[in-house]
């Protein structure tokens, strides 16, 4: 176990990447402390980590408020005794694009992205020095690399955390305390419906049957919530241990694609073709996972 006697703060584990993280974290033998402002969804993701044996606890903190960011940190260390990882992953808000500008929308982007980063790190700090070290991870996206239309505030927020993660890096690389971001690009996937559904032993006949499809090719395909939770648990491991102030991107090619290669028909499928290969893998997904439970 990569993270065993840690403690992990995450913040939006109530959902999607976030509880993928919350759960592979777990895993690693880290108890973790689930921070979201959906306590069902918190209350979910408690619910399977501790189904597989594992220990987690949920907090409702808002990251947007400094009172919700002391209540996540201060209760990790009041629950669990100490705190060594920090992985800022809420997000909410939304900006329209420039012509339709919403302020309050892309302030909330700003705040739960950037603002609860820089945050939550004063915050963590002096529980890290007093764990002797710490890691935090920030999820960026691939909206910091690339321009996307409609989306000025959050790729403004997503650059940001990259600006922070790498200032932060070398001021707190003195602490032993290092600062990382993973940049997703779209996320789909099913290893975790597969664990859950099916069991572990599954995931090499699903990767056999669905991994070229559902994971490499053709790019650009939706990323596994369980490949960014595994790059995110790389960063804050010891494995990472001379790594700091880096952006790791998790997104199946999609931030080397240039806007017009991405969108046009050559060499790539067409967005209508993608789709539509979407939706029969998920058909085949789905005739697949209910052979295979009736099989067992
Ligand atoms: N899903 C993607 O395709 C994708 C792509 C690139 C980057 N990202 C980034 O990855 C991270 C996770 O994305 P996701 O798809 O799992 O998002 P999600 O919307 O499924 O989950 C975000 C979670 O954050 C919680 N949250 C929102 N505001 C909060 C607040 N103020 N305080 C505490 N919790 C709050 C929500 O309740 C939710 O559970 C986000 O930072 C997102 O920007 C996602």
Redesign the pocket.
Known sequence: MRLQGKVALI?????????AMARLFAREGAAVVV????EV??GETVRLIEAAGGRACSVA????TTQ?LRQSIDGAVETYGRLDMFLS????GASGTIAQFDRAGAEKLLI??LM?LMEGAHYCLPHMQQAGGGAIVA?????ALVGVPGHPA?GAA?AGILGAVRSMAVELWPYKVRVNAV?????AGKTWTVIDELGEEYLPEFEARFGRDMRHLPLPV??D?MA?AQAALFLASDEASYITGQHLSVDAGLGMLRYDVFHGPEPLDTPQAKSQRHSELQAEFEAWLAAKKEER
């Open positions: 913040t939006g584990a109530g959902s999607n990447i976030g509880r921070g979201d402002t959906d969804g918190g903190g808002d990251v947007s919700g992953n809420a997000n909410s739960v992205n609860a999820t960026s996206s691939v909206q959050y997503k940049c997703p690009g779209g996320t939706p990323t919530p960014i």
